[in-house]
């Protein structure tokens, strides 16, 4: 049996009116940027979310570094990120000219560990930046009573954690503002390039938005020196088709994680934890193995499609060696690395397909 990682096919042919109904309104309209669609998606995904505002940029990283620009954070501060996460979340403090200051994550949610933040504060930190990765959210109670207690911002990146909720409230409504991406393979994706962030402060999504547009308040008038990262009417037409179905379709994630969870019974592989009081979405659904590489050759061989989030920490890559954090500094980010590997979690995969992954993990 031939198993992708991941396929947009069953979703996409279930939503293929609604795609091609997007297209054809931009296509008859012929207006591209800033038009009803984004104002739309706006409203309804701000609605969704449970914010007052919502600022549709071109991705997600802009929507961090944006929020991070509109929030005066630049130049000689510091923002407290977790030391595993996707690059794009240490990007967004360069970009503004801050320092990213990392944080191990709980071995077992893979998730920034609230224990560990107090003790890395300074007079230069401005922001916590916790990431709901993999689509679980952060044990926020803790991480938003440090943030009131030293007077820090917080910034949530939600890239892959579209409808979690953390004691029944959704993820992106705790801190100042939040970022999400769109990219084709998230629970909402677009298809390109899109991202948004959320706030309920005006005066800041007001920012953000004059930021992502030039730094421009009203046509050839520019208060901020701004970028360009808006949501095209496009791809907004696009995410309006499949909101409506996202809850569904992260409850079918919800099923197919727990037969995984459920299913799995070999005691050289660690499924992953889930906190109390949180709902996850399961943008990722990733186990440990010590023996990963091994697993992963199996699992390949078998025709099973696997990934992993991710191979190199942030602090071992290339782009940071000016940071000089050595190997072994951050080990849980490290080990973590070594182990994890993501298996096959796509809304439309079938019971037959799963019990086959089930299956062929148990027999390693």
Not at 30 to 36: A, D, L
Not at 94 to 102: D, L, R
Not at 183 to 204: F, I, R, S, W
Request: some cysteine.
């Amino acid at each position: 049996m031939k198993i992708p990682f991941v396929t947009f096919l069953p979703m996409e042919k279930e939503l293929n009116n609604g795609i091609r109904d997007a297209f054809d309104r931009i296509f008859t309209r012929s207006w591209y940027i800033e038009g009803v669609e984004d104002e739309a998606f706006e409203k309804a995904f701000a609605e969704y979310c449970g914010t007052e505002y919502c600022i549709g940029v071109g991705n997600g990283l802009d929507a961090l570094m944006l929020a991070l620009k509109a929030l005066g954070i630049g130049e000689g501060d510091e923002v407290i990120v977790p030391s595993n996460t996707y690059i794009a979340t240490a990007l967004a403090v360069t970009y503004v000219g801050a320092s990213p200051v990392f944080i191990e994550p709980d071995i077992r949610t893979f998730n920034i560990n609230p224990e560990l933040i107090e003790a890395a504060i300074t007079d230069r930190t401005k922001v916590i930046m916790p990431v709901h990765l993999y689509g679980q959210a952060c044990d926020m109670d803790p991480i938003m009573e440090i943030a009131h207690h030293y007077n820090l911002f917080v910034v949530e990146d939600c890239a892959q954690a579209h409808g979690a909720t953390y004691k029944g409230k959704k993820v992106g409504t705790f801190g100042d503002a939040a970022g999400f991406s769109f990219y084709p393979g998230k629970n909402l994706g677009a298809l390109g390039d899109a991202g948004a962030a959320v706030t309920n402060d005006k005066e800041l999504a007001d920012k953000i938005r004059a930021l992502g547009n030039y730094g421009s308040d009203c046509k050839y008038h520019h208060i901020y020196k701004g970028n360009n990262s808006r949501l095209d009417e496009l791809q907004a037409a696009f995410l309006s088709a499949k909101l409506p179905h996202l809850e569904r379709m992260n409850e079918e994630r919800r099923r197919i994680a727990q037969m995984y969870t459920e299913g799995i019974r070999n005691p050289k592989v660690i499924t992953p934890y889930v906190i109390p009081n949180c709902v996850p979405v399961w943008h990722i659904y990733g186990i440990r193995c010590k023996d990963r590489d091994a697993l992963e050759k199996h699992l390949n061989e078998k025709g099973i499609g696997t990934n992993k989030h991710y191979p190199i920490p942030i602090h071992l890559q290339e782009c940071y060696k000016d940071l000089k954090i050595q190997k072994g500094a951050l080990p849980v980010a490290e080990k973590i690395s070594d182990t994890e590997l993501s298996l096959p979690m796509f809304y439309g995969m079938t019971d037959e397909e799963i019990k086959y992954v089930i299956k062929v993990i148990n027999e390693f």
